[in-house]
């Protein structure tokens, strides 16, 4: 599978944006599918991910309340909607996918995009 991520950009703390990745390939709604963002610095961190049918979430507990990832299987994407940016959550966010894994499984994502920045002001 095949990814591109897009959506990233400025804002300053308390707005929101709304990351999307597009996926490739016809077995999309087999794939769990997840978020992950590195800040300079520091290693990768997942945030969030989802089941293939969409019926299972994760989130990191610094996100929980905040972001919400969805997908729409018909569509090959799946999205991630952050409120409340924080200046902390300034990263490159990158979409990842892994087949027969739980969301929660971050060393089991073996398919990358490209990531796409992110940056909040303060």
């Known amino acids: 599978v095949q990814l591109q991520a897009s959506g990233g950009g400025l804002v300053q703390a308390g707005d929101s944006l709304r990351l999307s990745c597009a996926a490739s390939?016809?077995?999309?709604?087999?794939?769990?599918m997840g978020w992950f963002r590195q800040a300079p610095g520091k290693e990768r961190e997942l945030v969030a991910g989802i089941s293939g049918p969409g019926g299972s979430t994760y989130y990191a507990d610094s996100v929980k309340g905040r972001f919400a990832i969805s997908r729409d299987n018909a569509k090959n994407t799946v999205y991630l909607q952050m409120n409340s940016l924080k200046p902390g959550d300034t990263a490159v966010y990158y979409c990842g996918a892994a087949r027969f894994a739980a969301p929660a499984a971050a060393s089991q994502y073996n398919y990358w995009g490209q990531g796409t920045e992110v940056t909040v002001s303060s």
């Open positions: 390939g016809r077995t999309f709604g087999s794939y769990t």
